[in-house]
């Protein structure tokens, strides 16, 4: 496996025609990234398909290779073979894991192994605060002993209870990192109030495989009866629904006519309803998979907040509102998952957008007149995405700055997707 060093160059767009044509999808970020962490609670050689080559996968590879993992990652065929055979925990790379927010989820898996662990504080995009204090607070009921300082979260457990946790917010990565401390430990335990994201989900058929005792209950609880050992395994990771509704957007924003024929309807229902509900054309295929995108000359504004599944995901909030702007009338915005979550709302102003944003609400009005390219900060994954697509719009050149670095990080050769419907971008090194 060859090294992956992210650029920290801008993404240049220009004003595109209609994007046509028929896409593919790569595997889930969100998912693939909390399954390789699952893998810790194995031994033996697993394989995980449909692996998407973006930085983050390669960062959190550094991390598994450090544990003492084998990794063999073939980024064309996206298949990884991960050798847990010879776990340790001696030298535990903390830079790696200082690079993005879901290296936290290898606490969890580690503790359970190594019982006297110490991972540095994530990094990842400045969208919000990160609720550590949430995992130490529940992990601590699970009889850990956990703390932080400035640098570092430590943890030290020689057994886990099990127990009845109930959640005061649905969070993916506390009851992803709780699951997978869990499934290990003797007895019943319960996660009430339980986050059942479709990557979520992903991880739990992934740990079913594995020999888990886990199971799904209404409403939104998971019951766990530890097993003594895992077993490794051979899974393909959901394709990803961002990716999809980013190519969407992007036919949205261009009026545009796409086809995704690996697009996954289930996970993507109120999404889709919303770009219905602004008057485009939403055809889906036999059994909910597939969806054929015709975009309307004349969308409407939609407001919309933002939540946990099935409500309306808080990584696409900066990808709708990037369609509204190039819509007809006026709509509100709420979002409530991180309080950071509208700095890309300046950038989109300079690009000639009408929204005003306060705390947790956005108003805004679609642009009349004609949007026009500009210089514009990346601080996120998907806000460097927006970006990118409102430059499809917007007449002149658009400079998505500090871009590559997020756009490499969240997504597998997007750019090139994108042109092949006819984009003009290009991702750029200074």
């Known amino acids: 496996m060859k090294g992956h060093r992210v650029s920290s160059?801008?993404?240049?767009?220009?004003?595109?025609?209609?994007?046509?044509?028929?896409v593919k999808l790569s595997g889930a970020k969100n998912a693939v990234l909390v399954i390789m962490a699952s893998l810790l609670l194995t031994r033996g050689k697993s394989v995980l398909r449909n692996v998407?080559?973006?930085?983050?996968?390669y960062d959190m590879i550094k991390i598994l290779q450090s544990l003492g993992a084998q990794v063999q990652f073939d980024a064309t065929a996206n298949i990884a073979e991960i050798d847990t055979t010879y776990l340790h925990y001696e030298s535990l790379d903390q830079q790696a894991v200082k690079k993005f927010r879901a290296s936290l989820l290898i606490f969890g898996p580690l503790l359970a192994q190594f019982k006297d662990i110490k991972i540095a504080m994530p990094g990842g995009d400045a969208i919000g605060a990160r609720p550590v204090d949430y995992h130490i607070k529940n992990f601590?009921?699970?009889?850990?002993?956990?703390?932080?300082?400035?640098d570092f979260l430590y943890g030290v457990a020689n057994f886990f209870f099990f127990f009845r946790l109930i959640l005061d917010y649905p969070s993916v990565g506390f009851t992803e990192n709780l699951l997978m401390a869990l499934v290990l430990t003797q007895g019943e335990s319960w996660i009430v109030n339980a986050a059942l994201e479709p990557e979520v989900l992903d991880l739990i058929a992934v740990l079913q495989q594995m020999g888990a005792d886990v199971e799904v209950m209404p409403p939104a609880m998971i019951r766990i009866r530890g097993v003594k050992h895992l077993k490794?395994?051979?899974?393909?990771?959901?394709?990803?629904?961002l990716e999809a509704a980013s190519i969407l957007i992007a036919g949205a924003i261009t009026k545009g006519d796409i086809f995704i024929p690996d697009a996954q309807v289930f996970n993507l229902e109120l999404f889709l309803m919303k770009l219905s509900e602004m008057g485009h054309e939403i055809i889906v295929g036999k059994n909910g998979q597939g969806v054929h995108f015709k975009s309307c000359q004349n969308p409407q504004a939609v407001?919309?907040?933002?939540?946990?599944?099935?409500?309306?995901?808080?990584?696409?909030?900066?990808?709708?509102?990037?369609?509204?702007?190039?819509a007809t009338g006026s709509c509100s915005v709420v979002e409530t998952v991180f309080e950071n979550r509208f700095l890309?709302?300046?950038?989109?102003?300079?690009?000639?957008?009408?929204i005003q944003a306060t705390g947790h609400f956005a108003s805004m009005q679609g642009v009349s007149c004609q949007l026009y390219g500009a210089d514009v900060k990346a601080t996120d994954i998907r806000a460097a995405c927006a970006l990118a697509l409102l430059g499809l719009a917007a007449q002149g050149q658009t400079r998505v700055l500090d871009g590559v670095h997020h756009w490499k990080r969240g997504y597998e050769t997007l750019d090139e997707k994108l042109r092949s419907l006819g984009a003009k971008i290009e991702l750029c090194s200074f």
Do not use: C
């Open 140 to 150: 601590k009921k699970l009889g850990a002993h956990v703390f932080q300082d400035q």
């Open 52 to 57: 998407p080559a973006i930085a983050d996968v």
């Open 9 to 22: 160059g801008y993404i240049l767009v220009e004003k595109s025609q209609p994007l046509v044509g028929e």
């Open 303 to 326: 407001s919309f907040k933002t939540g946990p599944f099935p409500g309306f995901p808080t990584d696409m909030q900066a990808l709708m509102m990037a369609a509204q702007t190039v």
């Open 232 to 241: 490794s395994i051979d899974h393909t990771v959901i394709f990803d629904r």
């Open 344 to 354: 890309h709302v300046p950038e989109m102003n300079k690009m000639g957008a009408n």
